[in-house]
């Protein structure tokens, strides 16, 4: 701030055209969509030590790690392959298209953003992949992605991108095509093209069948939006029901007219809406009534086709949704599993046979079916970051012992996966991932890692799940190839291996021995089902028969346990194993609607290794630093995303494809000033430390008054910033942390130009001649953080703490800008009933002012510390500080308004703020004032969608009562992405 300030420029001020512009670079942003397409958007970074590589294409280039270069040339077929098939049903052949391929992270996912143009592909297959491959299921998906948004540049929408770039399409996308459609499409050609794909697994719509046949329809906004009082199956599961309907009704192709009519036309009311009345005859509230009218029969059909097997249920009832999976048996009375839900984070609770539920540990972020259970120990596999790399990271073993309620850390940076205990407990069987997409069967020492034994395929097909023999010289697994899933047994004395149950596309999973018996889940009857394996046979027989889906079973002697899926989420049941009914394959029979064999027949061809033409790539170096800028979007205004500023003005904004390197060049006019300036803001994110560059140049104006006239002073300010950071991040257990130092240098110049006048003369004679200023100033700041895992429930963190503390000072100066220390800690508590919680914070700041320098534009810095809700900030020598919130939900109403609101929750806050304050000394008789500053009062606010952007809304009001002041209002407005 400046500290030569006479007045503001007088007279009837107008329109506050920069809080204008931060409303319009708001809602531009929040146009941009979800998370996945937005323009701003980076997942991360890889290791600064990766060499890149590419091969490019006619229609790709792909960008990968030099260490994965064989499968990058098979990714590359699968693209090409996939664009003659991938892109026929929507009649576009999108433009060339960048791919990113990360191998050195253990997660199994991939994304397409918009701005720049990109997919990004993480190589890791999960841990309960379907029956076909993982890398050609995923790059169909994510391709779809592509010929979805591509197609919009087209029409009105293409004109838009002359003017702003790539963003226009983002913005189109964000705005009118709704990510039901976007994923629901994704997962129907993830599903045509493959003999997997989740629209075949019935676990995939048994949430949704079960919601139906249970509780009926919810409103549309209710299914898509989801809600924070009853489990709502995803926009995945939603979508895929009401983008195969519209198909099979209509044909393949129908959903190509409708993104035509939202490109051409997306300046009119909801284009998609109207798109899907011209193309099928019914809008999407109507379309989603008509799907789901038509499943219910189908399910309903489906349910009376079917006996069911009955068994005694475990778990106690719970009001809100709750799963209990993974379970397995301390003994014939009592029992472990996973639990989770609306209500409470994931734990892992002991459930006796009475019904008494004993809570035992909170496991860290794991993986799917990554428990098992043996002589009184725990282990599973859970996710561990790396420090500063998000896109590198390890699946580590953790084993529990229920008698000492000790947990130990076994194996550090690996990559093991579905761990399984023997039944003595002493080693460790697991699947293990390298970063070139080899896989092996592993065994461990359950006390010291040591590595005892290791199988894997010639073949290198996929190894899943691995389960012990009681004798513990044998080891099921499931394998997959291109022929679907099997079950072998490892004979680990022999070191051989077979095949009892032959390879097939349909889905398994979850196998555990029943004395000789392997027990597992299977879909032969289109309901995930509970299937038993004699040791002399291959045919497997059904023995758990659920109502919506049945999973994760485990035996002891005498009882059989599994988890049977309700509308109320995963409850407990358990058998008398000699109670259970077996029922032959050959009597088994599927009445499920079988969306995905219409789909199939649509497409007329698998993308499968067999058919996938093999070609022969050039492969070149990918340069890191002829790649660091890239162009994607432009606008007629100034933004800034880093710094969410927008206003009058131009700018041009980089992103780079490997997500290290951004940057905004533009031009912002101030309207209150009449000047403007040229600015440059560069982040690169490559190397271990952020490195931040801000330069600005422009003119200055401020206005004074002398006598009556108002008169002002032109002058050109530069100012420069160089800053360095290393945002550090850690997980253990279920708390995650971090610590993020930072150091930054600047320079503000204040200098003449020849608009400044050689003398400024004020009333009484008096005159000055002003002269430039240059000031250095310094910032040290750390900042931490630790955090326990929440549910979507909470309003704040259960438990919680942020410090930080931060120093800014301008050295080696007689005239500087002082200097101003702060340190400030922010405590979450939990409150009084679930979900409730308190907020506590305390600060101390203190500021230090130089002399100001005659006849120059001084700076000095300005508070760190907020002050007091509702209470105007000031200069002052020192502030401590202390807040007190509570805050509480208070209704989940759920509430629709079609099309326009979508009301999830109303909670409420009051809070209490209070600081203590010292003036500086009056420069006339050196006093100083201390006084105190009160402020209390209340807010409401509701989390809502508004006109169904994906995007949620916080929106309310806080009134503050702020002592011997003027009550206070405040707009209350956030925006997650």
Known sequence: MFYLCFDNKPGNKPMDIKLLFRLIFFCFIFLQGTQTYAQFYSAGQDPASIRWKQINTENFQVIFPDNYEEQARYIADILEHSYEYATKSLNHNPRKVSVIVHNQTVISNGFVSWAPRRIELYTNPPANNDTHDWMERLVLHEFRHVVQIDKLNQGLTRILGYIVGEQAVGAVLGLFVPMWFLEGDAVAMETAFTFGGRGRLPQFEQGLRAQILTRGKYSFDKAYFGSYKDHVPNFYELGYQLVSMARIEKGANVWSGVIDNVAFMPISPIPFSRGMERETGRNKDQHYKHTFTVLDSLWRNQKDQHEYTHGEIISRENKLFTQYTQAFFVNDSTVIALKTGLKDIPQIVKISSDGIEERLFAPGWYFPNAFDYAAGRLVWNEQRPDPRWEHRNWSEIMIYDIETNKRIRLTRKGRFFAPALSYDGTRIAAVETTETSQYAMVILDSETAEELFRFSYESNDFIMEPAWHPNGEKIAIIAVDARGKRIDIIDIRNQNHRTILPASHTEISSPRFMGDDIIFTGTWSGINGIYRLKPDSTEPQKIISPVFGADFAAASDSYIIWSDYSADGYRLMKKPIDQLEPISIDKIEDHSPKFHQILAQQEETVITKENITRREHEI????????????????????????????????????????????????????????????????????????????????????????????????????????????????????????????????????????TPDTLFLDNNRYFALQDNQVYSHTWRITGYRQKRSVARDIFPRFGQIIDLQYRHSPFQEFGMGSIFAARGIFYFPGFIRHQGFRFSAGHQEKRQNEPQPNVINYSYGNILPFPRGTLSRELKSLSTFTFDYAFPMLYPDMSIRAVIYLMRLRGYVFSDIARATTFPDPENNRQETYNLRSSGFGIVGDMHLFRFIAPISLGVQVAFPENEDLNLQLILGVRF
């Open 620 to 755: 070149k170096p990918y340069s890191r630093l002829r790649n660091l800028f890239h162009l994607h979007s432009w606008a007629p205004a100034y933004i800034d995303g880093a710094s969410q500023e927008a206003g009058i003005g131009a700018s041009m904004l980089f992103q780079n494809k490997l997500s290290t390197s951004f940057a905004t060049v533009g031009y912002l006019w101030d309207v209150d000033e009449q000047t403007g300036k040229f600015s440059t803001v560069f982040s690169y994110q490559g190397w271990y430390p952020v490195i931040d560059l801000i330069a600005e140049s422009g003119h200055r104006r401020l206005y004074y008054q002398d006598g009556e006239n108002i008169n002002n002073i032109l002058w050109t300010e530069n100012q420069f910033l160089l800053a360095l950071s290393i945002p550090f991040r850690f997980q253990r257990n279920d708390k995650f942390y971090g610590l993020i130092p930072m150091i930054s240098g600047g320079l503000n110049q204040a200098l003449r130009n020849r608009h």
